[in-house]
């Protein structure tokens, strides 16, 4: 079993920059491939970014490339995603979730039922 502990969510001005992270429990982290979801109020949980086991490649919703940066440390089973140039519709529920086949299958996928693992989500909220 895999814990994935979402932080860093808050209050930010429209322009501004937030820098979540996740951590996750478990010897098995860098075979994982990981992902950040967000859901906001109303609507359905959305893929935003994701990240291969070993770091070297990366996947990003249209909505979101050239603003957000996702990565990993191995060493420490985390996974980052820094956000930049943020927008009001950036508001949502971010999730943090793990693909435990990710090293096993390759590459990144963008869909909720490719991952296993979800943490408990923590809020962003961008004013204008």
């Known amino acids: ?6 932080s860093g969510g808050g209050l930010v001005q429209a322009g501004g920059s937030l820098r979540l992270s996740c951590a ?4 098995s ?7 950040w979801f967000r859901q906001a109020p109303g609507k359905e949980r959305e893929f935003v970014a994701g990240i291969n086991w070993s770091g070297t490649t990366t996947y990003y919703a249209d909505s979101v490339k ?5 990565s990993r440390d191995n060493a420490k089973n985390t996974v980052t995603l820094q956000m930049n140039s943020l927008k009001p519709e950036d508001t949502a529920v971010y999730y ?3 693909d435990p086949r990710g090293r096993t299958r390759g590459g990144v996928r963008g869909r ?6 979800w943490g408990q989500g923590t809020q962003v909220t961008v004013s204008s």
């Open 1 to 6: 079993q895999v814990q994935l502990v979402e």
């Open 24 to 27: 996750a429990s478990g010897r």
């Open 29 to 35: 982290f860098s075979t994982y491939a990981m992902g």
């Open 66 to 70: 050239g603003r957000f940066t996702i």
């Open 96 to 98: 943090c979730a793990a």
């Open 112 to 117: 909720e039922r490719d991952y296993d693992y």
